[in-house]
């Protein structure tokens, strides 16, 4: 009873807060990792409704609610098309699926990261609403790493290889709890080098990252976040010294090398099985499969039922890509190119606002890496906060852009005649 209360209270706050599209999308994002304990529970608000379902219910209603009647919210913004391709193929995939509700649950939450990169990109006006929602991030973020502190201290989290305890705080896992960490530390980084350089509690908050992302003990969060800052490094080498970027991978490789060399040296996770070979054997099945329906896959959502159909073990694809490819066939292509598209665009802009453009180029090679072992788009926090960042980097592009713009116009007419101190008035 008192879960249900509780997210009844939250939804009743989110709507109060619609007059406010910012503080209501900040207030999201606060909460819904707060409430994911609910979900890990599976419990349900009534019959097979999950229990957080409300919460981004009401995001996606006032997010095209605003689209509609806001004159400063649009259903058409940067990047965003090749989302509702990737939406509408999920919902033609529909004709090949096996299991609707499944399938369906999908799309919603496919939808929901939809609504969210709409709400961030229309809500914001000024770069201080981008540095507010950078704010908002930093501090879930900072909760999150108390839990999971508490989790590590009092053994409440999962017993790992050797009695080590791995950490997932709010989440569902220590795998995704380890993506969470990875996108508030390109938030932080944010944070340090733009929008707050003289805030010592972001110093303090990216170490304590640092740390909580070590005792979740993700693999792959470690390797991509590496490859992307070195990557990153390739397209601004001439912007920023290398020994910036592979100094402080090897501090925290020396300093807590005892539990990373553990963790690569034990790849079976108290299985029989190698979990590494598991998923490549995994990725020749999804290949073999994938030709039977290319064009608009099994289903979305119905790899793991597909897979206990078959061979009676219900297992997930770890890989993001293959996955889509054999849930929706070819509209994994919208996916990959929406992901590439954005990464350009930053690119592009990388001579200007270099240390922005930096953070959200490590960003998307880190996503385009990392989901290449895991399952993310999935992912009812981590997409969505994905998205969310996605959306305030290019709105910061464009803001930047239009500012140019309107300072190049009012330059060339104040060289035509009119007094200098105008441009300043």
């Given amino acids: 009873m008192i879960p249900k209360v509780i997210i009844l209270f939250l939804s009743t706050i989110l709507i109060f807060l619609s007059t406010s599209p910012l503080t209501l999308i900040r207030a999201y994002i606060f909460f819904r990792p707060l409430v994911q304990p609910f979900a890990n ?26 689209c509609i009647f806001r004159k400063d919210f649009s259903i058409i913004v940067p990047k965003v098309i090749p989302l509702y391709f990737l939406l509408y193929w999920s919902i033609f995939s529909l004709y090949n699926t096996k299991y609707y509700l499944a399938s369906i649950g999908f799309i919603f939450k496919i939808l929901t990261a939809v609504s969210v990169y709409l709400f961030v990109y229309n809500a914001i006006q000024f770069t201080e609403d981008i540095k507010n929602m950078l704010k908002t991030i930093c501090a879930i973020c900072f909760i999150s ?65 640092i740390i909580a992302s070590i005792l979740a003990l993700n693999r792959g969060s470690w390797i991509a976040m590496s490859s992307a ?59 073999k ?56 665009l930053f690119l592009k802009n990388r001579y200007k606002n270099w240390k922005f453009n930096f953070c959200f180029v490590v960003l998307l090679l880190y996503w385009i890496i990392i989901s290449i072992p895991q399952n993310i788009i999935n992912d009812v926090i981590n997409f969505p906060l994905f998205m969310a960042l996605v959306a305030c980097g290019v709105k910061y592009v464009n803001l930047t852009a239009t500012e140019d713009k309107n300072y190049e116009r009012t330059y060339f007419f104040n060289r035509n005649g009119t007094q200098w101190d105008d441009c300043f008035s």
């Fill in 289 to 344: 499969l994938i030709p039977y329906h290319p064009f608009i896959g099994f289903g979305i959502g119905t790899a793991d039922l597909l897979f206990q159909d078959l061979f009676g073990i219900r297992a997930w694809p770890h890989n993001d890509y293959l996955r889509l490819a054999l849930e929706i066939g070819i509209g994994v292509i919208f996916y990959v190119y929406f992901l590439f598209s954005v990464l350009f």
């Fill in 229 to 287: 800052l070195i990557l990153g490094y390739f397209f601004f080498r001439n912007k920023i010294k290398f020994r910036y970027i592979i100094g402080p991978i090897l501090i925290v490789f020396i300093v807590f090398s005892p539990i990373i060399i553990l963790r690569f040296s034990e790849w079976s996770e108290a299985t029989p099985a190698n979990t590494f070979l598991a998923r490549i054997n995994m990725c020749k099945i999804i290949l």
């Fill in 41 to 66: 529970k599976h419990l349900t608000l009534f019959d097979n409704i999950p229990i957080n379902a409300p919460l981004p219910l009401i995001v996606i209603f006032y997010s095209f609610l605003g």
């Fill in 145 to 209: 790493i108390i839990w999971g502190f508490y989790q590590f201290i009092f053994r409440k989290g999962k017993i790992w290889f050797d009695g080590i305890v791995r950490i997932h705080s709010f989440l569902v896992g220590a795998n995704e709890y380890g993506i969470f960490l990875s996108l508030c530390l390109i938030a932080t980084l944010l944070m340090i080098m733009i929008f707050d350089s003289e805030n010592k509690f972001y110093k303090f908050l990216f170490v304590m990252i």
